[in-house]
């Protein structure tokens, strides 16, 4: 597990000027473009010296974004940390509940718990050993995946 927990929540996205859609390829072509553009080699001597702490700063972030949105492990990580963060931020937990209290959809190889509301949460097989919060189709409440241990 990378420890990307205690850092103070950065959008390595926007520090990149990337969308969290973009590809590899573009997330590298934006890294390259801004880490020559704040490279402090490449600062003109006649700018204050804040100007250039502000640089170096950016210089250190780009480079820390690549650092982990150019990997795919970490990418992938960083990615669900957001994804979580997004279905915190979106409802409240309504319930906790453990994988083997939803039902098995043979059909397509997902979990599924019916809502208060009526909708249903559904979690592919795969997900469930990732995820932990899952939302709702119809209304705004999110439930906590717990597995036993």
């Given at each position: 597990m990378m420890a990307f927990e205690q850092i103070p929540k950065k959008d390595w996205y926007s520090i990149l000027e990337a969308d969290p859609s973009a590809s590899v390829?573009?997330?590298?072509?934006?890294?390259?473009?801004?880490?020559l553009l704040y490279h402090p080699?490449?600062?003109?001597?006649?700018?204050p010296a804040g100007t250039v702490e502000e640089c170096i700063q950016?210089?250190?972030?780009?480079?820390?974004?690549?650092?982990?949105?150019?990997?795919e492990e970490t990418?992938?990580?960083?990615?669900?940390?957001?994804?979580?963060?997004?279905?915190?931020n979106m409802?409240?937990?309504d319930a906790r509940v453990y994988l083997?209290?939803?039902s098995w959809n043979e059909d397509d190889h997902s979990f599924s718990l019916s809502c208060r509301c009526g909708g249903k949460y559904?979690?592919?097989?795969?997900?469930?050993?990732?995820v932990t919060l899952i939302s709702c189709d119809t209304c705004s409440l999110v439930i906590e995946l717990l597995h036993y241990r």
């Open positions: 390829s573009d997330l590298k072509q934006k890294y390259q473009k801004l880490i080699d490449k600062q003109s001597t006649d700018v950016k210089f250190i972030e780009v480079d820390q974004a690549w650092k982990i949105l150019g990997n990418k992938k990580e960083y990615d669900l940390q957001r994804h979580e963060d997004d279905l915190r409802g409240p937990v083997e209290e939803m559904s979690v592919s097989k795969d997900e469930a050993e990732e």
